[in-house]
């Protein structure tokens, strides 16, 4: 299984971006995608999370600000990001089986990418 995280870069505060993260290998497509975060220096945190049904969660630090999509036949996952702030500078990562977006849990998964660097300063 191999996890295509990309779309990062350097912006300003208050800037958007758009994150994607392309699965190949999955067998089937019933599972759900997560995106984290890790910021230097702190522990990576959930930012949002999507199953097949299309059922959404998102964490309470990014509620408003980002949307998660996903087109099945593409395996693609989006992360939509809004009004930037350099708090949200890290890199973010998506990964498979590590979320369920009914009751907003996160779990440790085998499969992840390798992340896309997001900094937001002026």
């Known amino acids: 299984v191999q996890l295509q995280a990309s779309g990062g870069g350097s912006v300003q505060p208050g800037s958007s971006l758009t994150l994607s993260c392309v699965e190949r290998?999955?067998?089937?497509?019933?599972?759900?995608v997560g995106w984290f975060r890790q910021a230097p220096g702190k522990e990576r945190e959930g930012v949002s999370c999507?199953?097949?049904?299309?059922?959404?969660y998102y964490s309470e630090f990014l509620k408003g600000r980002v949307t998660i999509s996903r087109d099945i036949a593409k395996k693609t996952v989006t992360l939509q990001m809004n009004n930037l702030k350099t708090e949200d500078t890290a890199v973010y990562y998506c990964?498979?089986?590590?979320?369920?977006?009914?009751?907003?849990?996160?779990?440790?998964?085998?499969?992840w990418g390798q992340g896309t660097l997001v900094t937001v300063s002026s």
């Open positions: 290998g999955w067998p089937g497509d019933d599972y759900a």
């Open positions: 990964s498979l089986e590590s979320c369920d977006p009914a009751n907003g849990m996160w779990y440790d998964s085998a499969y």
């Open positions: 999507i199953n097949r049904a299309g059922r959404k």
